[in-house]
């Protein structure tokens, strides 16, 4: 019997794959719609605006609103606003980076940082990174969306943004603080915003290493999906404590 008052959603690979709906997600979100449970949406893709989100899920039939999508560069503004509140930032990453750290009264700056926050930048340069690297070397703290190290493309898989933030890390012998999943800082905002328990919390989505990490390090129910990268093979294989394995969405409604 599923009936958790806080639903916590993957998107890529979960509600969609790319530019491709997943019927089965789409039936589901619009049944916790009609009991009254709007779903999260929680993604570390750091380069689309919560706006452009929500567009894109209206596109899919699903009407949401900024409130319930977390982004890792929604993440990563957060963070560095709480342990770090008058932090001025170097930034290399896209205008919705930028946009999410500015809302969140953060200062950006081009020169002596009191942080370094990558997020996928697909204009990125030499000059870019060796200004990243500087403003570490001289004490900045290296923040990141989060640490994919590729992603898919039509062309094959791509560098994404872990693959420059190993690079930061490699050139400065300094570890990254990285704010997507499977850190847990997406669903611990969530459980400020809601002030709900824990066990009233599920986590859905299809990725091992960045979803269900997250769900069971924050010590909320999860549940994966057979739409996505891992199989529930796999997963077992690695002892992880999940909740449940469905194939797909609409067999939680059964
Ligand atoms: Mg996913």
């Known amino acids: ?5 806080i639903v916590c959603l993957d998107l890529d690979g979960t509600v969609y794959k790319g530019a491709e709906p997943i019927p089965e997600a789409i039936t589901f979100i619009r049944a916790m719609q009609q009991k009254g449970i709007e779903p999260f949406y929680i993604t570390n893709n750091a380069s689309m605006t919560r706006t452009e989100i929500k567009e894109k899920l209206r596109g899919f039939g699903v009407e949401t609103t900024e409130q319930q999508i977390y982004t890792s560069g ?57 200004q990243a690297c500087l403003e570490v070397r001289a004490g900045a703290t290296l923040i990141a969306t989060n640490p994919d190290h590729a992603f898919p493309s039509h062309q094959g898989f791509l560098p994404g943004n872990g693959a420059f933030v190993r690079l930061v890390e490699y050139s400065t012998e300094t570890n990254a603080i990285f704010c997507g999943k499977p850190s847990p800082i997406m669903l611990e905002l969530i459980q400020q915003a809601t002030g709900a328990a824990r066990e009233e919390m599920v986590l859905i989505g299809d990725n091992m290493k960045t979803d269900l990490l997250a769900g069971v390090d924050f010590g909320i129910a999860t549940i994966h999906v057979n739409s996505g990268v891992d199989r529930p093979e796999t997963i077992r294989e690695q002892g992880m404590k999940i909740t449940r394995f469905v194939d797909k969405m609409t067999d939680l409604l059964a």
Request: proline share 2%.
């Open 74 to 130: 929604m993440a990563a503004a957060h963070f560095v606003k709480r342990d770090f509140p008058e932090a001025s930032v170097y930034v290399i990453g896209t205008d919705a980076l930028r946009d999410e750290l500015t809302a969140a009264d953060l200062q950006l700056t081009e020169r002596n940082a009191d942080a370094v926050v990558m997020g996928i930048d697909r204009g990125i340069t030499y000059d870019k990174l060796a």
């Open 1 to 5: 019997m599923f009936n958790y008052k």
